[in-house]
């Protein structure tokens, strides 16, 4: 148990389909982050979010669109997606989000979105 | 453009054995150096932090060791048991940043 709850675990979607996942914490942190990870390529990072206010938009498509209603809860809606966004998709959060801070970031086990 | 190269991609050892993983960077100006181990199907759990003036961090069988100089560190594995299967990620972060740059993982295999 991570603290960090991702669901669904397992999304298979159309490309015309609308679906949102889902992220709630509950270790108290400020921050929070949502990441790409795709078979043999580093994790990158998509979204970060300091106490519900966005910080950082990573060139991410508008096809992902994410919204953080308050510190514990993070969402990120899927629109239109493409086959190349089959992916494992990663929320994680730390305490705050500075990395100097040497807060370590603490991740869920993911959702592995599926388009066919 | 900041990178994170590790090494070797996969590694297949026996259970008690240790082993060495590999991890050069390119992050400049360099603040800290991370290591997570990711099991099959689970999300990314955080080994070690050390920042540039540490040269080595231990968390159990787990030793991490830095060289800020060469921008190199490793870490290394002792008494392996099965259960230490798992990818290694290395992750160098930036000084005043936010983001952390992540390698592409070593895929560890402890057969018995």
């Known amino acids: 148990e991570t603290g960090v709850t991702q669901t669904p675990r397992h999304l298979v979607m159309g490309m015309t389909n609308k679906k949102s996942l889902k992220c709630e914490q509950h270790l108290g942190h400020n921050a929070m982050y949502w990441y790409k990870q795709s078979a043999k390529k580093p994790l990158e990072l998509m979204f970060v979010y300091s106490l519900e206010e966005r910080v950082e938009n990573n060139s991410v498509p508008s096809r992902f669109s994410p919204e953080c209603p308050n510190s514990s809860h993070l969402f990120l809606h899927l629109h239109t997606l493409q086959p190349e966004d089959s992916a494992l998709y990663l929320c994680?959060?730390?305490?705050?989000?500075?990395?100097?801070?040497?807060?370590?970031?603490?991740f869920g086990d993911g959702t592995r979105l599926s388009i066919l | 453009k900041n990178q994170v190269e590790q090494s070797p991609q996969s590694l297949i050892i026996l259970e008690g054995k240790n082993c060495t993983l590999q991890?050069?960077?390119?992050?400049?100006?360099?603040?800290?150096l991370r290591w997570y181990k990711q099991d099959t199907g689970r999300g990314p759990v955080s080994l070690t932090i050390?920042?540039?003036?540490?040269n080595t961090k231990s968390n159990g069988r787990y030793t991490a060791t830095l060289d800020a100089d060469t921008k190199q560190s490793s870490l290394h594995i002792t008494a392996s048991q099965l259960s230490d299967s798992a990818s290694y990620i290395c992750v160098a972060t930036g000084a005043g940043s936010y983001q952390l740059t992540f390698g592409k993982g070593t895929k560890l295999s402890v057969i018995p």
């Open positions: 050390m920042t540039f003036s540490e």
């Open positions: 991890c050069n960077y390119t992050v400049s100006p360099f603040s800290n």
């Open positions: 994680a959060s730390s305490q705050d989000h500075w990395t100097e801070h040497l807060e370590p970031q603490h």
